[in-house]
Nanobody, 117 residues
Framework: VQLQASGGGLVQAGGSLRLSCAAS????????MGWFRQAPGKEREFLAG????????DYADSVKGRFTISRDNAKNTVYLQMNSLKPEDTAVYYC???????????WGQGTQVTVSS
């Protein structure tokens, strides 16, 4: 399986972006797809996750109400809709396929999001 993230770019504060993460290869329904980000000088942080099977979602408090994660099983693609963006949302955004119980994790390449004030 490979993960291809896209959709980053430059946006003004208050604007929106939608990130996509396309998974190629065999998808295991018990896996979770998540979005993380890493700003310069900071640790990578969890933003949102969604289960391929059932679609249950989880969000970090810092993005709850502004970011929405969704999936399209037919396209093996997970999205992160980001609204009301702030300069502090500037970071490299990564998608990840994982199952902590099985010790499985696969990262996609990052996509840069820059929010100007």
């Amino acid at each position: 399986v490979q993960l291809q993230a896209s959709g980053g770019g430059l946006v003004q504060a208050g604007g929106s972006l939608r990130l996509s993460c396309a998974a190629s290869g065999r998808i295991v329904s018990s896996y979770v797809m998540g979005w993380f980000r890493q700003a310069p000088g900071k640790e990578r942080e969890f933003l949102a996750g969604i289960r391929w099977f059932g679609g249950r979602t989880d969000y970090a408090d810092s993005v709850k109400g502004r970011f929405t994660i969704s999936r399209d099983n037919a396209k093996n693609t997970v999205y992160l809709q980001m609204n009301s963006l702030k300069p502090e949302d500037t970071a490299v955004y990564y998608c990840k396929s994982y199952n902590d119980a099985l010790g499985y994790a696969l990262w996609g390449q990052g996509t840069q999001v820059t929010v100007s004030s």
